[in-house]
Each structure stands twice: as structure tokens, then as C-alpha cells.
């Protein structure tokens, strides 16, 4: 059974740092893309950053437009871990912050890796809250 579980959200002040982690769990994690969205209140969910898998694009990752520069995602594939280093942190960043697996499907690629329909499984989410 595949298995992601997110840690290290919280309360921070705006130009802070919090570090997320996914933990996987039930699949070759180092095979497969790892991406991150988020979902503040009454919006959608967003794709925040990706890491690609050994799976053709080996270890692409991407961002979206308002985090580059603050954010900076990795893996550590011997722990079966992909974290999501998030520095410079503003209001704008609060929300429920998830990791997702896409497993046994085509690469994930510059237009595609956002999309969250893109990917098969999800983590229960951490919350992440900037105060101003």
C-alpha cells in the first residue's frame, strides 16, 4: 500500500523558515515524481514545487512562478524522503500543504507537473501558517 505522510508544518512569522518533509512508504520512491500543492481557504489547490523521479526526467524539479527563488525541494532517497525548504516565508504562503506520488504512469514534465489529477497518491497534509 502506498503511503505518504507530510511533517514539520506550523506557525511561523513572515520571513521565517520551515522546513516540510514527505515520508513514502509502499513504492520505489526514487522511481516516481514527488510534488508538493497547497490549499489556503476557499481557493484551489495549487501546485507549489516537483521533483522527478528515475523515471525519464531524472531529477527535474520545478517551481511555481511565486515561490522560485524561496523555496527549494529535495530527496533523499535512502530515507524514502522529500522535503520542501521554504524560506522567506509570507502571509501568502499559509495553507494546508500536501505531497503527492504519481507512480507507474508517464514522466511528469514543464506542463504537466502542477496538474493535480497528474498524480495518484496524496498525503493527509500539514498546515502551514505566516503571520504577518
Known amino acids: 500500500e502506498v503511503q505518504l505522510v507530510e511533517s514539520g508544518g506550523g506557525l511561523v512569522q513572515a520571513g521565517g523558515s520551515l522546513r516540510l518533509s514527505c515520508a513514502g512508504s509502499?513504492?520505489?520512491?526514487?522511481?516516481?515524481?514527488i510534488g508538493w500543492f497547497r490549499q489556503a481557504p476557499g481557493k484551489e489547490r495549487e501546485g507549489v514545487s516537483c521533483?522527478?523521479?528515475?523515471?525519464?526526467?531524472?531529477?527535474?524539479?520545478y517551481y511555481t512562478d511565486s515561490v522560485k527563488g524561496r523555496f527549494t525541494i529535495s530527496s533523499d532517497n535512502a530515507k524514502n524522503t522529500v522535503s520542501l525548504q521554504m524560506n522567506s516565508l509570507k502571509p501568502e504562503d499559509t495553507a494546508v500543504y500536501y505531497c503527492?506520488?504519481?507512480?507507474?504512469?508517464?514522466?511528469?514534465?514543464?506542463?504537466?507537473?502542477?496538474?493535480?489529477?497528474?498524480?495518484?497518491?496524496w498525503g493527509q497534509g500539514t498546515q502551514v501558517t505566516v503571520s504577518s
Open positions: 521533483i522527478s523521479g528515475n523515471d525519464g526526467n531524472n531529477g527535474n524539479t
Open positions: 509502499g513504492f520505489t520512491f526514487e522511481d516516481y515524481a
Open positions: 503527492a506520488a504519481r507512480t507507474g504512469r508517464a514522466p511528469l514534465n514543464g506542463s504537466n507537473w502542477y496538474i493535480s489529477f497528474e498524480y495518484d497518491h
